[in-house]
């Protein structure tokens, strides 16, 4: 099949249709019938049939000012002409300490030293190494466990995957890293379901973290990540206090605590991170995505000062490098000027607080989904929400499936992990936005058996 862009260039789809091995795909099923994107404006998509599609997802949690962004274009073409790559090691260029600084100030009090990767993954497995090398730095080389948690997601490295706790994604890759183990997870549809934000029941499944403390010995454990909300396991929300029972017993115990807040930062809960919306202060913390608007890739990871400068007090002469760890385009000049111009629309715009403002409405919304047929769990949080579907009998995933398919037919575009419908709209959505994207999924799901 040849499908041309709208673009002038005319691309041949065809040609590359066979060659191109696609991430976490059905790819089968793509390529019977490819869904092609060749531009995007705002909140919306533009097709090759020339058909918008409102974006529902913020492309994959990351578009949080909407598509097309031209002061980020601007930026990146500028940064381009003047400066297009510097030496990540043993050199520095203007933007990449600007942009240091500007997360610094953003990020919750004591998080002030960043380290920049390229993505989600390379974040998680920085953040992991980071925690066992601080561990050793401070005198405490027995603490070699990472824990992690059942149904996590954080990202697709050896480390990430480790720690992750998405079956699918484990299963096949071998042993994956040794001393690892995971809490149980928090998601209960028996009490919770239907919950409005932070479910009331569940802070004590924090205690988990307890039973493992005692199997292992808290001596050597060296961190815990945990999602602040479980996103690519379909928007798991933690239950109220939850969290900041995990930083006690981490605290007790002399445990790193970690937030991959990937698809946290930036505003998705209505402030700059998850960590000011729960009040809970990691020790170390992903992100990624949002950082630039998700126009370039880029990852960083914030850590406590003293876990910086545990590092500088391995070596007295200065001179030797502290932390053997980086990679070729960690603070890429260009993800740098994509990334300040981002921050800048986000605090110009206001755009985290839109997000709040809109969030009781886009709850309400979602809610209004309870009652059609298969609908099994609503939950939300901030400006995301899951509308979860009872799977169909020995066909796990087709019911989400074909409402994926049907709502981009239909010229709305949603994700589907399982059997759940995730919603995470870009932070300058409006009311109407909301009302179309319910709209669709109301129709989409009635029609569904
Ligand atoms: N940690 C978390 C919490 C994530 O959500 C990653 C790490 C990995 O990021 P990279 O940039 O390496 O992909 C993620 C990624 C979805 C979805 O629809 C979520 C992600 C990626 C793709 C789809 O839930 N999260």
């Known amino acids: 099949m040849t499908r041309r862009s709208d673009g002038g260039a005319a691309a041949d789809i065809a040609a590359g249709l066979e060659c191109y091995w696609m991430p976490f795909t059905a790819s089968r099923q793509f390529k019977s019938a490819p869904r092609i994107l060749v531009g995007a404006q705002g909140m919306h998509y533009v097709r090759d049939d020339g058909a918008r599609v409102l974006d529902a997802t913020s492309g994959m949690w990351c578009v949080m000012a909407g598509h097309g962004r031209a002061e980020i274009a601007q930026a990146v073409g500028a940064q381009l002409a003047r400066l297009d790559y510097v030496p990540a090691f043993q050199m520095g260029h203007p933007g990449v ?3 240091a600084a500007r997360l610094a100030s953003m990020l919750p009090e004591g998080l002030d030293r960043v380290f920049f990767t390229n993505s989600g993954s390379e974040s998680v497995d920085t953040a992991l190494k980071i925690a066992l090398a601080y561990q050793q730095a401070r005198g405490q080389a027995q603490r070699f466990r990472l824990i992690g948690r059942e149904r996590a997601y954080h990202g697709v490295g050896f480390g990430g995957l ?3 706790g998405i079956a699918n994604n484990r299963r096949g890759f071998g042993p994956l890293l040794p001393g690892v183990d995971h809490l149980r997870h928090t998601h209960d549809p028996a009490r919770n379901a239907f919950s409005r934000g932070e479910p009331e029941w569940g802070a004590h499944l924090a205690d988990d973290l307890e039973r493992i403390v005692a199997l292992h010995g808290a001596s050597t454990i060296a961190a815990l990540i945990v999602e602040p909300f479980a996103g690519s396991a379909g928007v798991l929300v933690p239950p109220k206090g939850y969290l900041r029972r995990l930083r006690e017993i981490c605290d007790r115990h002399g445990i ?12 998705r809960l209505g402030t700059a991170f998850a960590a000011d ?12 995505k949002g950082i630039t608007n998700g126009s370039v890739p880029m990852g960083a990871v914030a850590v406590r000062r003293e876990i910086h400068d545990a ?40 755009l985290f607080e839109r997000a709040r403002a809109l969030a009781p409405y886009f709850e309400d919304a979602v809610h209004s989904l309870e009652g059609l047929p298969a609908v099994i769990d609503i939950r939300n949080i901030g400006l995301a929400a899951a509308v979860e579907l009872e799977p169909r009998k020995d066909r796990p995933f087709e019911r989400a499936f074909e409402a994926y398919l049907r709502c981009f037919e239909a010229g709305v575009l949603i994700r589907v992990t399982g059997d759940t419908i995730a919603l995470s709209p870009p932070l300058v959505a409006g009311r109407e936005h909301v009302d179309e994207i319910v709209d669709v999924l109301k129709k989409t799901l009635k029609n569904i058996n």
Not at 256 to 267: K, M, N, Q, S
Not at 311 to 338: K, N
């Open 97 to 99: 300490f600007d942009l």
């Open 162 to 164: 480790s720690v992750g």
């Open 311 to 350: 590092f500088l007090a391995t070596d007295a002469s200065g001179t030797t490098i502290e932390f053997f760890h980086g990679y070729t385009y960690s603070g890429h000049p260009v993800a740098c000027a994509a990334a300040l111009a981002a921050l800048d629309i986000y605090r110009d715009e206001g």
């Open 256 to 267: 790193l605590l970690v937030f991959d807040e990937v698809i946290t930062a930036f505003g």
């Open 277 to 288: 919306y729960f009040g809970v202060t990691p020790d170390i913390m992903t992100m990624a």
